[in-house]
């Protein structure tokens, strides 16, 4: 193995050498869950995972936008650094042009992620959500339709943030599951090395992979019997790392199995556990409940439901809801990612990602 690493850290070097200021990414791509979903759900009939009530949106926006949080996630905050328009939801737009309102796919890039996915196909597929494999068929439809300028995808930013409701489904009580963590794991990674795979043959060069965070610590994990409410789930979080390892190691190796193209991995468990672990250097209050809903840890119902209560100040809470990070905490995990060193993205930062030239193959 001396000569792919050997391989590897050259093209780095090349890469790294090749940095301009001045040609920021035109587009961002994004795929994923709920962490990153623009509101593609609120266009979906027949989907049952929904953030398109108050107070979710109250913060920012003023008013419910799809989005799983108080206001803007990591692609709003990465696309504001950039100085771009935010990328609208793919229903969003596609509604649009069908009614004739929007002739044309935005030239910024374009939001397929749907909240309740993963990267497995079966992930809450009942509650009529748009699986990974699906959201790249969706953008696939539209590069050979010639409905976006291929010319910007070697400079677009593709985004992938997928996989924790993989692995929290794994401990419900419904399905005994077939696998063992760690081949359950394995066959998460594959579907994550087929999406990388086809972002490669459609034109994406610049790709970041973000890791889960811990998992094992959102509020909703009281919903899971026999998870602990003093501390993290553990066997969650041993999986989530698990499968984070996965994603560096693909990114690692990304530049010799697709010549031409660079990845980073965006290392966000470390760095919202040291928010964890360090609240008040970071200005939070709470780092265990949800700042919007009820019960323990405000775990036992989503915000905006009937009977829920939100708390005085989101910004000094980690959390928004049962699931999802607040506003501040999406600012600050966007800040590391843009600009931060080795402790929170790898290789290279996204400024540098974006800001790069990138040898055309």
């Not at 792919?4 to 040609?23: D, N, Q, R």
């Not at 509650?127 to 400079?155: A, C, M, W, Y």
Request: charged content about 15%; proline content about 7%.
């Amino acid at each position: 193995m001396a000569f792919p690493k050997l391989l590897m850290i050259c093209v780095h070097l090349s890469v790294l050498a090749s940095v301009m200021a001045g040609s920021s990414a035109p587009a961002i791509f994004i795929f994923g869950d709920s962490i990153f979903d623009a509101g593609n759900n609120h266009y979906n009939p027949n989907c049952t995972a929904q953030a398109d009530f108050p107070p979710y949106g109250s913060d920012y926006f003023h008013r419910p936008t799809g989005r799983f949080t108080n206001g803007r996630t990591v692609p709003d905050f990465i696309s504001q650094f950039i100085g771009i328009p935010l990328q609208k939801p793919f229903l969003e737009v596609q509604l649009e042009i069908v009614n004739g309102t929007r002739k044309n796919y935005p030239s910024n890039g374009i939001n397929f992620a749907s909240a309740g996915s993963g990267v497995l196909p079966a992930t809450n597929n009942e509650s009529g959500v748009t699986p990974i494999q699906v959201q790249l068929q969706q953008f696939q439809t539209l590069v050979e339709q010639n409905r976006i300028d291929r010319k910007i995808l070697n400079e677009s930013l593709f985004f992938l943030e997928s996989g924790s409701n993989d692995i929290f489904n794994y401990f419900f009580p419904f399905d005994t599951p077939t696998l063992t963590p760690d081949a359950y794991v394995q066959s998460m990674l594959t579907e994550v090395r087929n999406v990388v795979d086809t972002i490669y043959k459609l034109g994406g060069r610049r790709i970041a992979l973000f890791a889960l965070g811990p998992v094992g610590c959102v509020p909703a994990r009281i919903l899971l019997p026999g998870s602990p409410v003093t501390r993290c789930y553990g066997k969650m979080n041993k999986m989530v790392k698990n499968y984070n390892m996965g994603l560096q190691d693909l990114v690692r190796y990304l530049p010799v199995r697709y010549p031409g193209a660079i990845g980073v991995y965006g290392a966000v468990y470390k760095t919202v556990q040291t928010f964890r672990a360090n609240p008040k250097l970071y200005g939070f209050a709470d780092v265990e409940s949800g700042c919007c809903g009820y019960g323990t840890l405000g775990g036992e119902l989503q915000c905006g439901k009937e009977g829920y209560r939100v708390c005085k100040n989101p910004n000094e809470y980690l959390f928004w809801d049962f699931f999802h990070p607040s506003e501040r905490t999406y600012k600050l995990i966007s800040k590391a990612l843009w600009a931060g060193g080795q402790t929170h993205i790898q290789p290279f930062n996204l400024k540098k990602l974006a800001n790069m030239t990138l040898p055309h193959v």
